[in-house]
């Protein structure tokens, strides 16, 4: 049984179609890249999955561990194991760093978590969740707050979620250290470096996925048909 499937997903806002009977299969442990240009879908996509800002789709259904979610809150999702990485960065002024990261898992190592994603423990733990904190570090802290949660699945859309503020190697130590505690990673990426440290990788174009196997196979099927901003139109598709 697959851990998240996306069976032929309909999603309009706006009066357009932005998802247009798109699926989508991750297997329970896999990194599975997602790639496209600027208005594919791609953040559409996973706020469907995680059921934030009230975004439910038009047609198809999502099921998780056999279940299906799409019509559970985002509370609910997070319950079965589902998290997301936030476009903006954790800031909480008066709380630390220790106490952010064991909010919601008393038992979290906050020491560990932070070394999981590249910060050292004894300079930050005591550091307080506010402006003194640059957008890296931030962001840095965030993710620990996503493995602290322990997920079966972590959503992290890099355009809005704010990880493009970290390098490239930044990005693969996370997602390894997601990957060694046992999550599924969707990554939602236009780095081809990234996506090339994933299990598969799929191109999605015009709401739907157009194709998907070896992330090095992808992005050069996503490299040889680029375009800035999506059309509505599928690569190749030569209608005018």
């Avoid at 995680?50 to 979610?69: D, N, S, T, V, Y």
């Amino acid at each position: 049984m697959a851990l998240l499937e996306v069976q032929e997903i309909f999603y309009r806002a706006g009066g357009r179609s932005i998802l247009d009977g798109l699926s989508l299969r991750l297997e329970v442990g896999e990194v599975h890249a997602l790639i496209g240009a600027n208005g594919t879908g791609k953040s559409t996509l996973a706020c469907l999955v995680m059921g934030c800002g009230g975004h439910r789709p038009a047609g198809g259904q999502i099921l998780f561990k056999g279940r299906r979610i799409d019509d559970l809150a985002i509370h609910e999702r997070a319950r079965l194991g589902i998290a997301m990485a936030w476009q903006e960065p954790a800031r909480f002024e008066g709380l630390s760093v220790r106490e952010y990261l064991t909010l919601k898992n008393k038992q979290a190592d906050a020491a560990a978590l932070l070394t999981m994603v590249g910060l050292d423990a004894r300079r930050n733990l005591d550091r307080m969740v506010d402006r003194s904190l640059s957008g890296g570090e931030r962001k840095r802290i965030e993710l620990a707050s996503v493995l602290a949660l322990k997920p079966r699945l972590a959503i992290l859309d890099e355009p809005d979620s704010g990880i493009d503020m970290l390098s490239t190697q930044d990005i693969i130590e996370v997602i390894s250290a997601f990957r060694r505690d046992g999550a599924a990673v969707l990554l939602i990426t236009h780095r081809e470096e990234i996506a090339s440290i994933a299990n598969r990788a799929s191109q999605i174009c015009a709401g739907r996925i157009i194709c998907t196997g070896a992330p090095q196979m992808v992005a050069d099927h996503y490299k040889n048909r680029k375009c800035l901003v999506c059309d509505g139109r599928e690569c190749g598709d030569e209608r005018t």
